[in-house]
């Protein structure tokens, strides 16, 4: 009986050790993690964030709802580093680090720069610690975005694309 109990202890940590290991590995997740950083007239703008995929889902008014804060990826939190002050949108953001946030709708979403950029999910946001909102329309893409993807253009316009929907903002 004592042997049960020590073998059984000894598997439940085994299995303890390979778990913490495979955590340490995010590419290996359903939602791999992805990067996007460009220099924009000289000010660096880096974006980190989980990829999660659609499969087969439907994506925005239903397993994103609109009007709700979403962590805008999968996983942890959603940041963006900018180097300089910017304007987003045509109002000022400070140089620093964010937790990049978004609500969701049908025609417009508002996009949210959080003092809490180390969270998982939205699951600790406070709208107390937003540092700023603008609002950016929503479009339908060309074709089926399967996995969720943010890019940076060159002018400083931020997409972010999945499923059937496009969101287009500016940083200058």
Known sequence: MKSLKVASVLALSLL????????KDKSKRKSPP???SKE?????ITIDYSQPSKRGRDIFGSL???GKVWRTGANESTW??????????G?????GKYGLFTIPGKDEWTIIFNK??????????????DVLRVTAPSSNT???????TIEIEDSGDVILAWDQTKVEFSIR
């Not at 963006?80 to 949108?89: G, K």
């Not at 109002?91 to 140089?95: C, D, I, N």
Request: charged share 30%; net charge negative.
């Open 142 to 148: 060309d074709s089926v975005v399967e996995t969720f």
């Open 34 to 36: 992805a990067q996007v």
């Open 80 to 89: 963006i580093e900018i180097s300089d002050d910017v304007e987003v949108q």
């Open 91 to 95: 109002k000022t953001l400070a140089a």
């Open 64 to 66: 994103e709802e609109y």
């Open 40 to 44: 924009v007239n000289g000010t660096k």
């Open 116 to 129: 809490k950029w180390d969270g998982w999910g939205a699951y600790e946001y406070k709208e107390a610690d």
């Open 16 to 23: 303890l050790v390979f778990s913490a290991q495979a955590q």
